[in-house]
């Protein structure tokens, strides 16, 4: 069983930053990928950023040079630093994780999500 749980999420100006923190726990052999999608509501959940175990990037076009992703390989972390924020990022932001577990099958992993709220 592999757990992942968001934090960091809120309410905040336009302009402002928030910083979300994910970590994944249980059953996990090895990660591959750590990223952060959002939802909208009426919209459907899109990429923001994501992160090798390697480091490599991939950001949204609407996020880049705003937000930045970051990893902790050692503590199954992944973060996103969001400033700048407008009142368009408005969204629950899930974490995913692409893993390895225990028994060595790949599967995709969720967290709960987190909310972010940009008021104008």
């Known amino acids: 069983q592999v757990q992942v749980e968001e934090s960091g999420g809120g309410l905040v100006q336009a302009g402002g930053s928030l910083r979300l923190s994910c970590v994944a726990s249980?059953?996990?052999?090895?990660?591959?990928?750590m990223g952060w999608y959002r939802q909208a509501p009426g919209k459907q959940r899109e990429l923001v950023a994501a992160?090798?175990?390697?480091?490599?990037?991939n950001l949204a076009d609407s996020v880049r040079g705003r937000f930045t992703i970051s990893r902790d390989n050692a503590k199954n972390t992944v973060y996103l630093q969001m400033n700048g924020l407008k009142p368009e990022d408005t969204a629950v932001y899930y974490c995913?994780?692409?893993?390895?577990?225990?028994?060595?099958?790949?599967?995709?992993?969720w967290g709960q999500g987190t909310q972010v709220t940009v008021s104008s």
């Open positions: 995913n994780v692409v893993a390895l577990n225990s028994i060595k099958r790949r599967s995709d992993y």
């Open positions: 992160i090798t175990s390697d480091g490599s990037t």
């Open positions: 249980g059953s996990i052999f090895t990660i591959f990928v």
